[in-house]
T-cell receptor
């Protein structure tokens, strides 16, 4: 079946502009996660959605970052007034259940470059 | 706090065996994941250990020692396609959230002919 998809695959933007990244999780997966991977670094957790519960936003690095999810489907990550340090690959993952042992399926990521 | 350490890079020869180590410090323990990430691609799940011992899955095996805060990924009969980064990760353990993973920086494995 279809995996996690993300769009766009690449995004180049000027400093100060807003960007919106999209994630389509695997159908039926209730949990959705956003991570950021800077060059040469490990993945950093950003935000987590589970069903209709309030999202866990504890990983968002600043108030310029926000995310939404419609039910158990599409999610969008928005970065306002982008800065050069926002340049990274943004990865979305989904899992069948939010339980600790459930593997996460990752999308191909969106490579964001802020010039 | 929570911390994960793994070597930055390793090199091995095709057909050989390589062991990639991971040490972790967590407040509470809820298992440990290994993911494989080829350059420019998404991470893919390899293994999950929550009990001590070795779990074998084909050419790949994963070991866990909870008392030592230590895990390793063992790759046998290395193939060129095994050249990738191997990520060690543990679930965060706080509040009501579940499943958020803390990742190590990854070990870049290069397999040489």
């Amino acid at each position: 079946g279809a995996g996690v998809s993300q769009s766009p695959s690449n995004k180049v933007t000027e400093k100060g502009k807003d960007v919106e990244l999209r994630c389509d999780p695997i159908s039926g997966h209730t949990a959705l996660y956003w991570y950021r991977q800077r060059l040469g670094q490990g993945l950093e957790f950003l935000i987590y959605f589970q069903g209709n519960s309030a999202p866990d936003k504890s990983g968002l690095p600043s108030d310029r970052f926000s995310a939404e999810r419609t039910g158990e489907s599409v999610s969008t990550l928005t970065i306002q007034r982008t800065q050069q340090e926002d340049s990274a690959v943004y990865l979305c993952a989904s899992s069948l259940n939010p339980g600790l042992r459930y593997e996460q399926y990752f999308g191909p990521g969106t490579r964001l470059t802020v010039t | 706090g929570q911390n994960i350490d793994q070597p930055t890079e390793m090199t091995a020869t095709e057909g050989a065996i390589v062991q990639i180590n991971c040490t972790y410090q967590t407040s509470g323990f809820n298992g440990l994941f290994w993911y494989q990430q080829h350059a420019g691609e998404a991470p893919t799940f390899l293994s999950y250990n929550v009990l001590d011992g070795l779990e074998e899955k084909g050419r790949f095996s994963s070991f866990l020692s909870r008392s030592k805060g230590y895990s390793y990924l063992l790759l046998k009969e290395l193939q060129m396609k095994d050249s990738a980064s191997y990520l060690c990760a543990v679930p965060m353990n706080y509040g009501g959230s579940q499943g958020n993973l803390i990742f190590g920086k990854g070990t870049k494995l290069s397999v040489k002919p």
